[in-house]
């Protein structure tokens, strides 16, 4: 089947009353970036380097319009935010 058939297919499912959404899943990931050109692929054999203490530079935590002494003071610690971050691939599987 062809992915425009496949799309179609995923268009109609959604105008059902009982699916809130329909997507469809890559049967293999897209390579991250740089993957494609053979000189940019990272050396998976080496682990990273480590991360830099960045900590004195996160000056907005006594930034003006932040106020974020005040929000803590408050209980307010992000309760209930829910991030994701999804740079090039995403695992359909994993539930989190």
């Known amino acids: 089947m062809k992915g425009e058939e ?3 297919i995923a268009n109609e499912l959604e105008k059902l009353d009982f699916v809130e959404y329909a997507a469809l899943e890559p049967v293999e990931p897209p390579p991250p970036p740089g993957y494609s ?3 940019s692929r ?3 054999i080496l682990p990273p380097p480590a991360t830099p203490d960045f900590s004195n530079n996160q000056t907005y935590k ?3 319009f ?3 002494e005040y929000a803590w ?3 307010i610690k992000g309760q209930g935010i829910r991030i994701a971050d999804i740079e090039w691939g995403f695992d359909y599987l ?3």
Do not use: Q, T, V
């Open 6 to 8: 496949l799309l179609e």
């Open 37 to 39: 050109n053979e000189a």
């Open 42 to 44: 990272p050396n998976l």
């Open 62 to 64: 006594n930034s003006s």
């Open 66 to 68: 932040l106020n974020i």
């Open 73 to 75: 003071s408050l209980g």
């Open 94 to 96: 994993k539930s989190g």
